[in-house]
């Protein structure tokens, strides 16, 4: 029997997933006609972002699920006419690597002072070769799997990296340290913090005047976990007083960032587009196929909303 | 019994050895003084840099051995009044761990398009993710020791990475192709190369109008090999014509690189100047440390220079 399954989301993504959504469903091996188009009474199934010109869902009679390739569903979870499963988008392994490649190379262009490079108006052969990763110390707060995958890779590379939490943990192969008295002591030691804290009234403004204080002079500071971990005025205080030399941030408290926010202008900023993670079509097609797979054998959806709940 | 250690290079150079060889020496566990000012007649080991003011070593009657700060010693082997044994320094772990960083590093920038959000003047807030890793793949050419040490950092962080070389080798864990076809197959695969094979005639101009024509549209140049392994016309063309993106490169015919020289001025152009790998004073030391151990000891020297070969 074949399947029929309508991608029903803006233009711009069906350009990005046509590709790898049919080498995932290809992969399952039965047949299927994957279309923007179809009659509403032929579709199997609905992949599906909530900023989709379908919002009536009533039509699409013989609907098994609708899978959704945003992690986002508040927009379509109290939609009335949508009655049958309903999954959201969960991309660990792209949300991971990307984290891990963003990280990585965000500390290595710190670290090996690429920008002097890049921006080199005045053509200067200005031979200083930095220190090497033994000898440059990390930090990373917030241990959780994103903070210990960033950690493994950079462990990797000679860099010596400890992992801050508030509660211990103990990883394989992994240094770390906790607590209050473990902030300083991390922070003291560290010429790169990483903030990869969930955003919860504990963790804002981690990064304040006092604690930017305990850093050694001339630290770097990348934020790709939420924009309120940073006390925005004390970092920029921070770096025009040379305390900090360079803070590159994803992450910000209004996004998209806006105009008039000074961080833009910032000599010592460098703002990236919240893109550190983010889901990849490649991935998170291996999601949609599999949650087609698990449907069509009866099995449990992954990710699956629990409607009362809202997520 | 105390050693007395001359230290007999250019001031700069003191200020970054001190630090590091005072810990190296300190790991003997022999008594020594190190010093940059010293009467001749006093100094068991001279640790040197051939533009040091030493140029006559007929006063230091009691010297042991001469310990280069620098690979290069062709303007020291043959100065007659220098009799002791001499030896040239191979940092094989700075350099090797360098070569690894820089080029992740540099692979990582372009693979993110860090370069846009870098120098962003306009303060667009232009969310594009990038593939990952796994999506882009690398070409290595020049498959030695510093090949393979790129090729397993890369590999560890996801990217698929095939490395080239003339002949055939086979590296457990690593991915490789060699000979003319072999170059073809795998240019034609790479959407970055980094080239770092050694500077002979047969390697001349190995990037050229028809090798670069063979990458795909779009792809990176990464140089941190040797300067003549780019037809540097060839290369501007390429770039000027979007076949290639972007080139970093660390090594050039003419270094520094002369102020008129067109990729200065190319916006799709990285020049660094010559430091993907260089000796670090840190991993330095240690084989300073190590030769006064072995000397002491008795024991051959690493590196000790041939006075009949030159080097």
New interface residues.
């Given amino acids: 029997m074949t399947l029929n399954i309508l991608f029903a989301a803006l233009p711009e993504r069906w350009g990005e997933y046509e590709a790898p959504l049919r080498a995932a469903l290809d992969a399952l091996g039965q047949d299927y006609v994957l279309s923007t188009e179809m009659a509403a009474d032929q579709v199997d199934y609905m992949i599906y972002a909530p900023n989709s010109t379908v919002q009536d869902f009533t039509p699409y009679t013989r609907l098994k699920a609708v899978l959704n390739i945003w992690a986002g569903v508040e927009a379509i979870v109290g939609n009335q006419t949508l009655t049958v499963p309903l999954t959201r988008m969960v991309d660990t392994e792209?949300l991971t690597?990307?984290m891990?490649?963003?990280v990585?190379?965000?500390v290595?262009?710190h670290?090996?002072g690429?920008?002097a490079?890049?921006?080199?108006p005045d053509?200067a052969?200005?031979?200083?070769?930095p220190?090497?990763?033994?000898?440059r110390p990390v930090a990373i707060l917030g241990f959780g799997a994103l903070g210990q995958a960033c950690a493994r890779?950079l462990t990797?590379?000679?860099f010596p990296v400890t992992g801050w939490s508030r509660s211990a943990k103990s990883i394989e192969g992994l240094t770390s340290d906790h607590g209050p008295d473990g902030l300083k002591r991390v922070l003291q030691n560290a010429q790169i913090v990483v903030l990869l804290m969930p955003d919860t009234p504990e963790t804002a403004n981690t990064l304040n005047a006092e604690t930017l204080s305990w850093m050694p002079k001339g630290a770097f500071v990348i934020n790709p976990g939420r924009g309120p971990l940073i006390d925005d005025a004390a970092l920029i205080a921070a770096l025009d007083s040379g305390q900090i030399a360079h803070a590159t941030l994803d992450v910000f408290r209004t996004?998209?960032?806006p105009?008039d926010d000074p961080f833009?202008?910032h000599p010592k900023v460098?703002?990236?587009?919240?893109?550190a993670a983010?889901t990849?079509p490649?991935?998170a097609a291996k999601v949609l196929a599999e949650n087609i797979r698990r449907s069509e054998a009866s099995e449990p959806l992954l990710y699956e909303v629990d409607r009362t709940a809202g997520y």
């Fill in positions: 792209g690597r990307g891990v490649e963003w990585t190379g965000h290595l262009r670290h090996l690429m920008d490079h890049i921006v080199n053509h052969w200005a031979p200083t070769v220190p090497l990763a033994p000898e890779a990797g590379l000679g996004e998209p960032l105009k833009w202008a460098t703002v990236t587009p919240h893109i983010d990849r490649a991935s």
